[in-house]
């Protein structure tokens, strides 16, 4: 047997013994042979005669070398000198087998991790079916006889000594350029688990957060991607078995733990059935912006298919505000009366309006009239000019509205009649005396926080995740709410005019609204014109003509004049003077809470030079909302322990430092030389190994108790009306177009061109099924022959 100093993998020869040792393993002399040394692989390599198979033994500092005379106090402190000899040596390793007596652990064996011979599977290649496959998959086993053994010492002390230990490898072990592929080297800590999880909530995949994390890591070293695939697959199998308990463990520990949150949840025969939630945020929002909440139903957010309910609200900058959320098994009176009491019950006070999608179905109504009245006739801009009018009431409404579906002929359409019914809910003519209520006339912002919400969520989502990934909207949402109200401070608009009421209102509104008022200004300046003035004794009454111009969209209101071709219109603007009232009939300020440009016009005409404050709505205010109002008070994790914010708060010291002297290469030096005196220190006297188990890991990352009862099953038979993917109900309108974008094609028969809209193919070509039965009355002929013959 020789020593020789290549790095090739070995390869057991003919003469090998048990347990992948050369037969005459036990006769060679290490001793001698101990001068012979490979610094780089930092092991010695030793060939058995013929060179075939080859052994390595690692070469560590004195330090760190265990002997079989070493004695530990407790097994743990065994354990961890044997894995810190593994980490120099350049191996992985494995807890095998224990004996215990008397409740006393007797020995205890820890082995490389390439110890044991890999598992054979037997396949049955006669079997066709490609789901009975398996695949061949390489195995890191090498019957690696690497190993020690702890024994409880029999003097009653319970300290431990070395009873085995075998160094010999039959394996190459790591070197300085691959040991950052040891699986130590390749555990996730905390950084990385948080850094999935935060970033699947962004719904970027652990293949992403590899590619991102690998840009800050040296040389690309630490855990592979499949390690991250594996630890984010294990995530979502720790939550789905107790989804539903992890989900109102962590909303109950943010009610108890987290000042004005609300949480309550409905069961159903132990089984979760809705939810519903709002966080302090959320209520500050309510506070200010409570006049007008839309709420919509989305769906697709969630693998239980629960329809989730956001409330929604505008801002001060003309943006919407989610104003707390729901999760529903079923869209029936029962459900929504619940989510309205709970809904009521955490904010304390009902909003003036409400708006719900019942006004959505306008649109289907036009489509479920007569196509020759929609595309034929103006009926369609019509409608629209008369639910949008803001300047009719109620009595005008009615009396045009019947003429309208009498010119059409449409006094018998069932729908228009329901809606009709119910016009005091939905047409802006019945909402006149409500302040501020032309801020939100659809649900359209409802679908457009939906849309925001689903390039969030993933039909895919547990519950847990669904929530996170709620949080993280939310932050985005709140953070461009913070940007928005900064900007409006620190950054000024040019004005359009010398007025001194503009320079007022920019001190006053956000930049959001200041640039409708600007148009309004604009417009008062160069579109309308003062007429007569009529005293009436407690008031003026003034004549404003307004011009617009008949190109669309140019010179015309914000508010009025869409569905309209007119060009000249006439307000009247009373001014009390002694009260300090301006009213106006296009009432913009009593829907929009904004004075329109017919009373700016008389206001320039009487040379007022400020804007009474009854008529500066608080809403529309700047920072209405303080900034540090605007922050969840809660994080992932956050009930999970100080450790883990200490954690952050390391990673934040250290990201801090890095800032300051990122310039300097002297200090950079400086510091990396501190950093690694500081690891030095810890890796020769590391603290007690972590003994927590992957699930109380898990538990950790989610921010939930590591032991959760399992009393709340998860949601299932859930079925509400989004349609599923693929099999939405097209119109015979859509399927005839489809049909005709559709090219020619051949009959697989008699290889005829066949149209789109021709039912031609191989089984019902007209020509087969006349070939079919020539071939029949030919068999027909032929058996009456042949009975005649007979």
């Given at each position: 047997?020789?020593v ?19 037969a ?5 002399d ?28 690692p ?11 070493r004695?530990?106090d ?28 008397n409740?006393?652990?007797q ?40 190993r ?12 431990y000594?070395v ?15 691959t040991v ?16 999935i ?46 989804d ?15 000042r ?28 200010e912006?409570s006049d ?16 989730f ?36 019950d ?8 409400v708006v ?18 929609i ?24 009396f ?28 802006p ?28 969520f ?5 519950l847990?995740i ?13 953070r ?14 040019s ?13 006053f ?16 300046v160069y ?11 407690d ?12 190109v ?24 009390y ?5 301006i ?6 300020f ?21 804007i ?55 200090a ?42 399992n ?24 399927v005839a ?14 290889r ?8 031609h193919?191989?089984?019902t ?14 068999q ?11």
């Amino acid at each position: 047997m020789n020593v020789t100093m290549n790095n090739m993998n070995s390869n057991h020869g003919e003469d090998d013994g048990e347990d992948g040792f050369p037969a005459d393993f036990e006769d060679f002399d290490w001793e001698d042979n101990r001068d012979i040394l490979d610094y780089k692989l930092m092991c010695t390599v030793i060939n058995s005669p013929g060179g075939r198979p080859k052994f390595w033994i690692p070469i560590v500092r004195t330090h760190v070398e265990i002997d079989k005379e070493r004695i530990f106090d407790t097994l743990q402190e065994g354990l961890n000198a044997y894995y810190i000899y593994a980490k120099h040596a350049g191996f992985d390793t494995r807890l095998g087998s224990e004996k215990t007596k008397n409740d006393i652990l007797q020995y205890k064996y820890v082995f490389c991790n390439r110890a044991g011979e890999a598992k054979k599977y037997n396949v049955d290649t006669s079997n066709g079916e490609k789901g009975k496959q398996k695949r061949k998959k390489a195995s890191h086993m090498s019957k690696c006889p690497a190993r020690i053994c702890f024994k409880v010492l029999e003097d009653g002390s319970f300290r431990y000594g070395v009873n085995k230990l075998e160094e010999m490898h039959n394996h190459e072990l790591y070197t300085n350029t691959t040991v950052h592929m040891a699986k130590h080297k390749r555990k996730l800590d905390f950084f990385d688990m948080t850094l999935i999880n935060q970033l699947s909530q962004k719904n970027i995949g652990a293949s992403k957060a590899h590619h991102m994390i690998g840009g800050i890591k040296e040389d690309n070293q630490g855990p592979k991607c499949s390690d991250y695939k594996n630890f984010s697959r294990d995530l979502n199998r720790y939550i789905e078995d107790t989804d539903a308990n992890i989900l109102v463990e962590l909303m109950n520990l943010r009610k108890e733990n987290v000042r004005d949150f609300s949480f309550v949840h409905l069961l159903e025969d132990s089984e979760l059935r809705a939810v519903f939630w709002a966080d302090n945020v959320a209520k500050r929002n309510y506070k200010e912006f409570s006049d007008i909440v839309s709420f919509d139903a989305t769906y697709h957010t969630n693998k239980y298919n629960l329809v989730f309910v956001p409330f929604t609200g505008v801002d001060n900058h003309k943006k919407s505000v989610t104003l707390g959320g729901a999760l529903l098994a079923r869209e029936t009176a029962e459900y929504y009366t619940w989510l309205l009491k709970s809904w009521l019950d955490a904010f304390g006070k009902q909003p003036v309006i409400v708006v719900t999608d019942q006004e959505a179905a306008v649109a289907v109504a036009v489509e479920k009239v007569d196509e020759r009245v929609i595309y034929g006739t103006d009926f369609k801009l019509r409608l629209q000019r008369l639910i949008w009018n803001n300047c009719h009431d109620p009595v005008v409404f009615e009396f045009k509205w019947n003429a309208l579906m009498e010119e059409f002929d449409l006094t018998s359409n069932k729908w228009l009649k329901d809606m009709y019914i119910l016009r005091h809910k939905w047409i802006p003519a019945f909402f006149k005396d409500n302040p501020l209520s032309g801020l939100m006339r659809s649900t359209s912002r409802s679908e457009s926080e939906n849309s925001f919400f689903k390039n969030y969520f993933s039909k895919h989502s547990t519950l847990t995740i669904f929530m996170f990934k709620f949080d993280a909207a939310m932050d985005k949402q709140r953070r461009i709410q913070s940007e928005n109200d900064f900007n409006s401070i620190a950054k000024k608009l040019s004005l359009e005019s010398k007025l001194a009421f503009e320079v007022q209102a920019s001190y006053f509104y956000t930049h959001a609204v200041m640039r409708i008022f600007q148009k309004e200004i604009h417009d008062c300046v160069y579109a309308c014109s003062p007429g007569p003035i009529v005293s009436y004794g407690d008031y003026d009454s003034h004549l404003v003509v307004e011009q617009i111009s008949g190109v669309p969209g140019e010179n015309q209101s914000t508010f009025l004049n869409k569905f309209t071709k007119k060009t000249v219109f006439k307000y009247e603007v009373k001014v009390y003077e002694r009260e300090g009232t301006i009213t106006c009939s296009c009432m913009v300020f009593e829907h929009q809470g904004m004075l329109c440009r017919h009373i700016l016009c008389i206001m320039k005409t009487r040379f007022m030079k400020t804007i009474p404050e009854k008529y500066l709505i608080r809403r529309f205010k700047k920072n209405i909302i303080r900034a540090e109002e605007l922050i969840r008070c809660y994080s992932i994790g956050e009930m999970s322990g100080n450790s883990d914010k200490m954690i952050q708060e390391a990673y934040s010291v250290v990201s801090e430092c890095l800032s300051i002297i990122a310039h300097d290469p002297d200090a950079m030096t400086s510091f990396i030389k501190s950093q690694k005196e500081i690891r030095k220190k810890i890796v020769d006297k590391p603290p007690e190994k972590d003994k927590r188990s992957r699930a109380e890991k898990f538990a950790r990352t989610l921010g939930v108790p590591t032991t959760l009862t399992n009393d709340i099953r998860n949601p299932k038979n859930v079925k509400n009306k989004g349609r599923v993917s693929g099999k939405r109900l097209r119109s015979q309108r859509e399927v005839a177009f489809t049909k005709a974008s559709k090219g020619s094609k051949n009959c697989g028969y008699c290889r005829k061109k066949v149209s789109p809209n021709e039912k031609h193919d191989r089984r019902t070509c007209p020509q087969r099924i006349e070939d079919e039965k020539k071939k029949s009355m030919e068999q027909d002929s032929h058996g009456m022959f042949d009975s005649e013959n007979d």
